[in-house]
């Protein structure tokens, strides 16, 4: 939805997703996503730990169970 009108829109959306920049040295990761997630579903999140798990990037994912996007409760950001 955010890429209507914009021109090559699949093409952009691969150029900026995190996947396109995992490669072997980055930094760790630290995600967290909830898997209620209604704008980006938490199967972004799990593609993109297996992707660094792959080039060996220490990450982790943390799901919160019944998170949407963001706006976690005080308990969720305790969790994390």
């Known amino acids: 939805r955010w890429l209507e009108g914009v021109p090559k829109p699949d093409e952009l959306?691969?150029?900026?997703?995190p996947l396109e920049h995992v490669r072997a040295g980055l930094p760790a990761v630290?995600?967290?996503?909830?898997d209620e997630d209604g704008v980006v579903p938490h199967?972004?999140?799990?593609?993109?730990h297996r992707a660094l798990d792959a080039a060996h990037v220490p990450n982790r994912l943390l799901?919160?169970?019944?998170g949407g996007h963001g706006g976690?409760?005080?308990e969720e950001m305790v969790q994390a």
């Open 30 to 34: 630290f995600t967290v996503h909830g």
């Open 63 to 66: 799901t919160l169970r019944g």
């Open 72 to 74: 976690f409760r005080g």
């Open 13 to 17: 959306a691969r150029r900026i997703s």
């Open 43 to 48: 199967e972004h999140a799990a593609r993109l």
